[in-house]
């Protein structure tokens, strides 16, 4: 299996425009975050999490060729605003790309893409989607793939996180239910978020996010979803214990 960081950074990314704190300005190319999302590449299957407003930008940037499904973590823009985008795929192989979320998320997504969606009059150039409701804890099968769904609360937003064999995806958390914790048992690789270290309503700081990788105990972890006040990225990286490292953009993991 093979991972690779889309972007990492918050809904504004890092640099946010017209801000000029010092992360912001950095020159580190590890300081430039896009929007949170990652590709899984599983014996030639092609899964995204989260299609973002940087999605064009970012399949150009690995050069992506194919796309078997998307799925969704949750409604909110900085996750689900590159929709249009997947037209490319739905063109290159013809078919209706298929969408994995809640249904609370797939109601958001028609209701900001009523286009996309319209069953009568489609205007020929938009993107075809096939709808796959999910929930939390019930497995889907993606090309003889399994993936489990695990329910996150994103403050008091129920939202999803994935598990694909020993590896879970899981962004804008602030707390975890036991049962998530208990399917993130065993786990070789767990990504997670970390805002900042200040506290905030809706998404972990550093200490939470840290809490949750000591509760779930994995090999290694990897911090995503990261605001610029988090400080540089190889300054943070130093004071983090020793199985867990900042994700960056274009880091890819071999599973
Ligand atoms: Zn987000």
Redesign the pocket.
Known sequence: MKIFFLGTG??QGIPVIGIKDPVCLSTNPKDKRL??SILIEWNGSHFLIDCGPDFRQQMLRIDNQKLDAVLFT?E?A??TAGLDDLRPYCFMESKAMPIYAQKRVINSLKNRFDYIFATEHRYPGAPSVQINEIEPYQEININDKTILPLLVNHGSLPILGYRLDNFAYL??VKTLDEETYQNLQNLDVLVI?ALRLQEHPT?NNLEEALQHIKKTNPKKAYLT?IGFQLGFHDEVEKQLPDNVFLAYDELILEL
């Open positions: 918050t809904s929007r949170s949750h909110h900085d996750h962004t804008d978020n998404h979803h």
